[in-house]
């Protein structure tokens, strides 16, 4: 089976610049997740989708970051303008969507990894 | 916010030797889960319990749950030098969607 694909691998722009990432999940996964990872510290939730529709978002940074998940398959995360304290990886995760019997874990992509200059 | 904290942040061992990680956590849960993260990569799902389980095993991995504790360890037998990484805890609190929580990890380095 394919993995979650994220592009671009790496990306460094100035700050007040705009970037977005692309996350494509696994095939008929139906939750898909953004989470931001500064370095040394574990992964932090920006935002759930589950299909096309939006779950969570509690911890999205609305002011500045925005994402979409057209069709309920690909995803892209934007964040405009970007901020110094946006430099992280930005990681896509997709799951089968079984709260009730949890029987399978994420599946990541290998990330983004934003600096901000 | 993170809900789980691993404990020791950072564990250097000789190859072939165990490693052991702990993880607490604060509210109550529907599941638990370790990844590992190789550096610069993306996480890997190593293995999950739900609450009503004490131990699960896959191959050389080895996790346990206490639920009147808030706390799981993770246990590697027979330790290589492929297996450094940092290692992740993440809890499940249940409720309408499948949300992880992850803790601040564990680097474990495996001297060869």
């Known amino acids: 089976e394919a993995g979650v694909a994220q592009s671009p691998r790496y990306k460094i722009i100035e700050k007040r610049q705009s970037v977005a990432f692309w996350c494509n999940p696994i095939s008929g996964h139906a939750t898909l997740y953004w989470y931001q990872q500064i370095l040394g510290q574990g992964p932090k939730l920006l935002i759930q989708f589950q299909n096309n529709g939006v779950v969570d978002d509690s911890q999205l940074p609305k002011d500045r970051f925005s994402a979409e998940r057209l069709k309920g398959v690909d995803s892209t995360l934007k964040i405009q303008p970007a901020k110094l304290e946006d430099s992280a990886v930005y990681l896509c995760?997709?799951?089968?969507?079984?709260?009730?019997?949890?029987?399978?874990?994420?599946?990541f992509g290998s990330g983004t990894r934003l600096t901000v200059v | 916010s993170q809900q789980g904290e691993e404990d020791p942040q950072a564990l250097s061992i000789q190859e072939g030797e165990n490693a052991t990680m702990n993880c607490s956590y604060k509210?109550?849960?529907?599941?638990l889960q370790w990844y590992r993260q190789n550096s610069g990569r993306g996480l890997v799902h190593l293995i999950l319990?739900?609450?009503?389980?004490r131990e699960k095993h896959s191959g050389r991995l080895r996790v346990t749950l206490d639920t009147s504790k808030k706390s799981s360890s993770l246990l590697i037998t027979a330790s290589r030098a492929a297996d450094t990484a940092s290692y992740f805890c993440?809890?499940?609190?249940?409720?309408?969607?499948?949300?992880?929580?992850f803790g601040k990890g564990t680097l474990l380095t495996v001297n060869p």
């Open positions: 993440a809890t499940n609190s249940g409720g309408s969607n499948y949300k992880l929580t």
């Open positions: 319990i739900r609450s009503n389980e």
């Open positions: 995760a997709s799951s089968w969507d079984s709260p009730s019997t949890a029987n399978y874990g994420y599946t």
């Open positions: 509210t109550s849960i529907n599941n």
